[in-house]
């Protein structure tokens, strides 16, 4: 039976595990099955190819010559995304484990458990807003795109990911201790 203490630790460790499958799906997609789809948006992002004509093109990075849209400097910045992306993963996959083996224990052990997951969140928030709302939006000016602005769904992430962030970092309490039952 689940009683007030244990179901925070629940839902903590359950909302974790969703994390950590999306991080691991996202992977999956960037990574391995859709890796071509996904670098276009990073390239389109990083030459400014689409923002129209005004005078912060200066910023725009547009290799030359015959293998421009596949320059290695396009793949070096997917690449940091997707490192991001499967490290978050792992971190929160990590955590998921740490806190279920936890879930039992003490309020203190139970708090230093969230430790890995505390990283992989922060991590993917630094991602999502370094990479994707300071870098993207601001520097290569994404928004002015009206095919390559990913700042709503950067936004998105920072805040869901942000909420559970808070939410898992807030301290837990002792779980009542159980009953010991009278035998008849």
Request: glycine share 8%; proline share 4%.
């Given at each position: 039976m689940l009683d007030?203490?244990?179901?925070?630790?629940?839902?903590?460790?359950?909302?974790?595990?969703?994390?950590?499958?999306?991080?691991?799906?996202?992977?999956?997609?960037?990574?391995?099955?859709?890796?071509?789809?996904?670098?276009?948006?990073?390239?389109?992002?990083?030459?400014?190819?689409?923002?129209?004509?005004?005078?912060?093109?200066?910023?725009?990075?547009?290799?030359?010559?015959?293998?421009?849209?596949?320059?290695?400097?396009?793949?070096?910045?997917?690449?940091?995304?997707?490192?991001?992306?499967v490290s978050t993963g792992l971190l929160c996959g990590w955590g998921t484990w740490k806190l279920w083996r936890a879930r039992h224990a003490s309020a203190e052990v139970f708090n230093a458990a969230k430790d890995v997951a505390i990283c992989g969140l922060t991590l993917s928030l630094l991602q999502w807003f370094t990479i994707s709302l300071t870098i993207g939006a601001e520097w290569f000016l994404m928004f002015l795109s009206r095919e390559w602005d990913a700042q709503g769904s950067a936004f998105r992430m920072f805040g869901c990911l942000g909420i559970i962030l808070i939410y898992l970092n807030q301290e837990n309490r002792d779980l009542p201790a159980t009953p010991a039952r009278s035998q008849a």
């Open positions: 007030g203490g244990m179901i925070p630790r629940l839902s903590k460790i359950v909302l974790l595990a969703a994390v950590t499958f999306f991080f691991l799906l996202v992977f999956l997609n960037n990574g391995v099955l859709d890796y071509r789809g996904n670098y276009e948006f990073v390239r389109h992002v990083l030459s400014m190819d689409t923002t129209g004509d005004h005078g912060q093109l200066w910023r725009a990075i547009r290799p030359e010559g015959p293998d421009a849209a596949n320059h290695w400097i396009y793949h070096a910045f997917y690449w940091t995304i997707i490192t991001c992306e």
